[in-house]
């Protein structure tokens, strides 16, 4: 199924169908951290099924704006990613959250806004240190000529 073939031939149409859903911009926020596993994002997106997420990803998979590698911690896991063009998205979700902001300040219901920590988790100090250390672990085994398969 191919999701693309779907979009908007209007760019902001094309751009918030891209976005749409209850939990894409939620992932993207969550992947502004780096790479992570789908056990990973699932732990820290409070609320979200496997099955739901593994389709949002798909979908941003599908659109460019994420893309999937070998996990660097472990040989048999999957880590998602933004792609440059995801990276691109991040000035775009920072306006999209100030805008929400000013939003609900202009409707008068500020007192109805949720902080991110809400909705996603802190990711822990001790992953994101055993995922570098393990990141330059491989890079070293890539550069001697060994391939981590």
Same mark, same amino acid.
């Given at each position: ?50 099955? &739901?997420?593994? =389709?949002?990803?798909? @979908?941003? *998979?599908?659109?460019?704006?994420? #893309? /999937?590698?070998?996990? %660097? ?45 809400? &909705?996603?988790? =802190?990711?822990?100090? @001790?992953? *994101?240190?055993?995922?570098?250390? #393990? /990141?330059?672990?491989? %890079? ?10």
């Amino acid at each position: 199924m191919k999701i693309i073939k779907r979009l908007p031939g209007l760019p902001v149409e094309r751009a918030l169908k891209v976005l749409s859903g209850r939990w894409k911009a939620v992932i993207l926020y969550a992947l502004m951290d780096g790479p992570q596993r789908t056990c990973d994002l699932e732990n820290r997106i409070v609320g979200i099924s496997q099955k &739901v997420l593994i =389709e949002q990803l798909r @979908a941003l *998979e599908e659109h460019g704006v994420v #893309s /999937r590698q070998p996990s %660097a911690v472990d040989s048999q896991g999957i880590e998602y990613l933004l792609t440059p063009l995801g990276e691109s998205l991040r000035p775009v979700l920072d306006s999209l959250i100030e805008w929400g902001a000013h939003h609900a300040k202009e409707l008068d219901e500020v007192d109805r806004l949720l902080p991110c920590s809400a &909705v996603t988790r =802190e990711r822990t100090k @001790a992953r *994101e240190k055993t995922e570098s250390t #393990s /990141r330059t672990a491989t %890079a070293k085994r890539r550069q001697a000529g060994f391939s981590n398969r």
